[in-house]
């Protein structure tokens, strides 16, 4: 066949698409002029010129760094390799573009989940991964989650059932019970209607579960805008971690809080007054909206 002939013309040297046509030419001459004596060359000699021309076209060393990175990809590599080599090229070229596809959804499904705890203080005090840093500590009262991907239809359901597992304490080393939960959404670059819908269940839901607070920290302009043109403008926002734990953030979201009447755990909820000012006197110099994700009302900010 076409890889054959491919693999023995490069195996042989072959450097330009010149090759093809010297190859067709000497075909003809062995065709016309050699037959008889190729009549007795066993098939078996014909097949292992063939064989040991496609081995060198197999990348081995390709497949063992997969294996190192990601054993996913050296997956689809070797089930590829092995229906190409034992059933045929176009087999194996359907049964890579589905292993490959389902690789990728698998990924998109179910993204990387974090759940967040905070470095001591001569360490920077960052929110890290907790399975990473066993340094860092979850703060009691709060389940603080990470997922590395934007909200949408693809993964809504795995997005709910994480955080509503979080605000449960399944993922918390304090027994106390969880009061809000926070999301770094710092990953978030676009959310569709599917990931709004989510989030309007998982607020109702973490209502209805004790009246738990839901707040989104680190979320792009551009996200914040989306959610609040859609219904979500009580949403707790802030621009940190730290703002979610300590309530600073806009009037309308510390109502929302103090609506709820909800004490949260080794924190304080007032921002003083010149502080707000200070922000909003900050704010107002850059302008209205843009498309970088500014806004125009400066009571908006977070």
Known sequence: GGLARTAVNAESGAKTQLSAIMCAIMMLIALFLFTSFFYYIPMTV????IEVSIINMVDFQSMRDAYKIDKRDCFVMVI?????????????LFVGIFFSFAVVMKGVAFPHVVHLGKLPEDEGGHFKDVDRFPEAVQIPGFAIVRMDASPFFGNSNHFKDIIMSASEGAFHTSREPIRVVILDASAWIDIDLSGIQILKEVIHDLQQ??????????????????????????LLFTMSIDDSITGKSAKRSRRT????????????????????????AKYKEIGPQDELGGFADDDQFF
Not at 80 to 92: H, K, Q, R, W, Y
Not at 257 to 280: F, G
Request: hydrophobic share 45%; aromatic share 4%.
């Open 46 to 49: 014909l097949a292992a010129i």
């Open 257 to 280: 809080i103090e609506d709820l009447s909800i004490t949260l755990p080794q924190v304080t909820l007032t921002t003083t007054t010149n502080a707000l000012h200070s922000q909003r």
């Open 209 to 234: 579960a004790g009246n738990k607070i839901l707040s989104i920290a680190c979320a792009k302009g551009i996200i914040r805008d989306i959610l609040r043109k859609n219904g979500l403008s009580s």
């Open 80 to 92: 590829t390799f092995l229906v190409t080599f034992f059933v045929g090229v176009i087999d194996g």
